[in-house]
T-cell receptor
Framework: GAGVSQTPSNKVTEKGKYVELRCDPI?????LYWYRQSLGQGPEFLIY????????DSGLPNDRFFAVRPEGSVSTLKIQRTERGDSAVYLC??????????????FGEGSRLTVL | QQPVQSPQAVILREGEDAVINCSSS?????VHWYRQKHGEAPVFLMI?????EQKGHEKISASFNEKKQQSSLYLTASQLSYSGTYFC?????????????FGGGTRLMVKP
């Protein structure tokens, strides 16, 4: 079956530009997560969706970052006025459920963002 | 607060054993272990929950000391396929919803 799909796999942009990263989770998974991974580091939590709503966005670094999941499946991470420090691999993960049901996260291969 | 993993890197020969540790300064509800190969997605290995429950792959062995807020992953009779970076991720409460705080990783290289 299909896993978590992320597009684009690579994105190079210039400082100040707007970027959108897309995540297509495993069908039927209600929970969706965005993480950011810098070189040589562990993934860093950004935002968690349960269905269509953002259950927790405490990891978003500032108001340049925003994410949506309008129909409860595909999610888009949006970054405005990109900065060089935003360069990282953005990982998306999904899970059959969230809340108190701790369980396996299924990660995508990530979108590598490079800001020049 | 990010958990601390040790060692940061280890090199093994095929068939040798290794232990990877994960330590937190805060009380934990669960510890999750993932392996990531270069350029690939992290892959789930195991979850250890407060109270002793474990979920994961049969060939993986790990422990969780709730009082010390520490977990260890045991890799026995290592194979070449075990190479990669191992991450522990922690949850501090039962309603954390899988929002994990990951450690910095332990790089494992298994040589023939």
């Amino acid at each position: 079956g299909a896993g978590v799909s992320q597009t684009p796999s690579n994105k190079v942009t210039e400082k100040g530009k707007y970027v959108e990263l897309r995540c297509d989770p495993i069908s039927g998974h209600t929970a969706l997560y965005w993480y950011r991974q810098s070189l040589g580091q562990g993934p860093e939590f950004l935002i968690y969706f349960q269905g269509t709503g953002a259950a927790d966005d405490s990891g978003l670094p500032n108001d340049r970052f925003f994410a949506v999941r309008p129909e409860g499946s595909v999610s888009t991470l949006k970054i405005q006025r990109t900065e060089r420090g935003d360069s990282a691999v953005y990982l998306c993960a999904s899970s059959p459920s969230g809340g108190a049901n701790t369980g396996e996260l299924f990660f995508g291969e990530g979108s590598r963002l490079t800001v020049l | 607060q990010q958990p601390v993993q040790s060692p940061q890197a280890v090199i093994l020969r095929e068939g040798e054993d290794a232990v990877i540790n994960c330590s937190s300064s805060k009380a934990l509800y669960s510890v999750h272990w993932y392996r990531q190969k270069h350029g690939e997605a992290p892959v789930f290995l195991m979850i250890l929950l407060k109270g002793g429950e474990q979920k994961g792959h049969e060939k993986i062995s790990a422990s969780f000391n709730e009082k010390k807020q520490q977990s260890s992953l045991y890799l026995t009779a290592s194979q070449l396929s075990y190479s990669g970076t191992y991450f522990c991720g922690t949850e501090r409460s039962v309603n954390a919803g899988n929002m994990l705080t990951f450690g910095g990783g332990t790089r494992l290289m298994v040589k023939p």
